[in-house]
């Protein structure tokens, strides 16, 4: 996951997830995890913010895919504030910082729950 994250990802006008080098886009792990971003992570706002409070009503420690939507919320809300700052989307990209700050800080109550 680090070396497609290191290779960089763009968010296209359907506000999917890219991958910018293609080869790497085209190997079967590849292809995985932008299906796993893509298909698993809410594509606005508002929908991230409701799937973390489902997550965060859990008093238990999340599951291996919850986390995993975890961090990968992470990962798409902060491409998404980036991409409201290139767009100059101040009030969208206000919306994006709380979302990505709620996921960051669900993640460090969970890892501190290990």
Do not use: C, H
């Not at 290191?6 to 968010?11: A, K, N, Y």
């Not at 997830?17 to 992570?41: P, V």
């Not at 206000?94 to 700050?101: I, L, Q, R, S, T």
């Amino acid at each position: 996951m680090f070396e497609f994250l290191l290779s960089g990802l763009v968010i296209d006008v359907d506000n999917n997830i890219a991958m910018r080098d293609q080869e790497m886009a085209s190997m079967r792990q590849g292809r995985a995890f932008i299906t796993l971003i893509n298909d698993n992570i809410p594509k606005t706002a508002p929908a991230l913010e409701e799937l973390l409070n489902g997550l965060e009503d859990q008093e238990q420690i999340f599951s291996e895919s919850s986390f995993e939507t975890l961090i990968l919320g992470i990962v798409y809300s902060a491409y998404q504030v980036r991409k409201q700052e290139t767009e100059r989307q101040e009030t969208e990209q206000k919306a994006w910082a709380n979302v990505f700050g709620r996921l960051a800080n669900a993640t460090f109550v969970q890892l501190r729950s290990y």
